[in-house]
């Protein structure tokens, strides 16, 4: 089995899961993506999504499921997609190697 494209920690899977049982759907997934724009280039996103269309990839982290279109998975190759807290807050965070500058302006929805 060829290993995955992107790591989906833990820690992000378990949020998933509380999320969605707040939610009351556990069928939906977490999708992960980029668009252009922001300030320094990409902004990420990440969204809940009941549907995966055919050339998504999908990435399950304890039975919770990261999806990733192709377009987006060029730029995110190798990165992780993690769920931390701090003082300042909690969120959903992409951690990319291939990134040169990061933006401060992206969102989650």
Known sequence: MPAAPMVFTPAAAAK??????????ADLK???????????GFQYGFEFDDGQNDDDVAIVTDGATLLVDP???????????????SLTGAQFVIRNPNAKTTCGCGSID
Do not use: K, N, P
Not at 30 to 40: N, V
């Open 71 to 85: 377009l987006s998975l060029q730029y995110l190759a190798g990165a992780a997609v993690d769920y931390v807290e």
């Open 30 to 40: 977490l999708r992960a993506w980029i668009q252009g724009g922001g300030c320094t």
């Open 16 to 25: 998933v899961h509380e999320l969605l049982a707040d939610e009351g759907d």
